[in-house]
């Protein structure tokens, strides 16, 4: 079985001061690894994802992702954020030959000006 | 180019009654999965559907609850004689079933919140 630790459900930060978001997982399996973001009232959008190759995957708006293995962490970090990037974010795993994501329970970003 | 339209935005039931959602896919995608978010939860995985056919619906509660993606027209996710506790946003994703490095990219939709009196 698997799951999605994410252990901080609120995380504060100034506009233009670096973020990092936290996500571990467990697997019994080789997994794909995945950030969402949900902005209210709409639909998840992937803002990047690790399937294989360089641990260090960038994504849309700045974001990137370092994969480690033997912490089984993939933390998502952007120097320098903008209000918009209020959001709530979704780390989320894929076993290999599934189609199924397993979701962490998700960071909520509020950026003040 | 349109995404994965669902409908309706916002659904009220009082207890007893029956929800459908409905979920259209991207244009050309053929694979359709349907997750519930709880209050202050993460999403869950309910169902994976290919068109007439479900492939994996290990997320989906034993009684109730049932999915279908005929061949022609939307998917729909029913639920039988709603209880407060199917309160929550489900959402659905779609995707063309072919895999590039090994995964489908799931496509969401801006979900139905379900609310039950």
Known sequence: AQSVTQLDSQVPVFEEAPV????????????????????????????????????????????????NKSQTSFHLRKPSVHISDTAEYFCAVSPYNTDKLIFGTGTRLQVFP | NAGVMQNPRHLVRRRGQEARLRCSPVKGHSHVYWYRQLPEEGLKFMVYLQKENIIDESGMPKERF????????????????????????????????????????QFFGPG???TVL
Not at chain 2, 84 to 97: M, V
């Open chain 1, 20 to 67: 990092e978001l936290r996500c571990n997982y467990s697997s019994s399996v080789s997994v794909y690894l995945f950030w969402y973001v949900q902005y209210p009232n709409q639909g998840l959008q992937l803002l990047l994802k690790y399937l294989s190759g360089s641990t260090l995957v960038k994504g849309i708006n700045g974001f990137e992702a370092e994969f």
């Open chain 2, 112 to 114: 139905t919140r379900l």
């Open chain 2, 66 to 105: 049932s999915a279908e993606f005929p061949k022609e027209g939307p998917s729909i996710l029913r639920i039988q004689q709603v209880v407060r506790g199917d309160s929550a946003a489900y959402f659905c994703a779609s995707s063309t079933g072919l895999t590039s490095g090994g995964h489908n990219e």
